[in-house]
């Protein structure tokens, strides 16, 4: 998988070529279309191969959910603590420097930010209440991310359908 993520670079590489040959073309056809074969062929040979190779591991792929779950950490939840700062009317820039400052109280604890004590969390933003606690939550952060392409279950399943249903027009 590391190999085809490198891979991007070179098909991103190759795009900058294609863009630059093609732009500004004074004519339907110029002599410099020449160099737009070989950025093109080898961008579908790359493609074509990535594919076969992501679709291989994908398939044969055996998820430990259980593994998964203990490298879950606390601190991923910064951001849905500076979300509810926001919802609060705190001005993002300032949540983010005020969660900043709860993440370092935790490190000096030895707590993460669901251990920090409540009263801790009032040095920093007087109106929370224990209700702020909820949002330490992995699943209900999964959950709340239900825009157009987020991880909500319902939003990731509306994309599968959406791809699923491309991908048997194409066959």
Given at each position: ?171
């Amino acid at each position: 998988m590391e190999l085809l993520r490198g891979k991007s670079g070179r098909l991103l590489g190759n795009l900058i070529t294609l863009l630059t040959v093609l732009k500004g073309l004074p004519m339907a056809y110029n002599k410099d279309m020449q160099e737009d074969k070989e950025p093109l062929f080898d961008s579908l040979d790359t493609l074509d191969l990535g594919l076969r190779v992501a679709a291989a591991a994908v398939a044969t792929m055996r998820i430990n959910t259980t593994r998964m779950a203990q490298a879950l950490d606390m601190a991923m939840l910064a951001t849905d603590l500076a979300d509810e700062l926001v919802r609060r009317g705190v001005p993002f820039r300032a949540a983010h420097g005020k969660v900043g400052r709860l993440v370092r109280r935790g490190l000096e604890l030895g707590v993460d930010l669901r251990g920090l004590p409540l009263h801790e969390y009032q040095a920093v933003q007087p109106d929370l209440d224990e209700t702020l606690y909820t949002i330490f939550d992995m699943g209900q952060s999964v959950a709340r991310k239900d825009s157009i392409g987020g991880t909500a279950p319902q939003q990731v399943q509306a994309q599968v359908a959406r791809w699923r249903e491309r991908l048997n027009t194409m066959i």
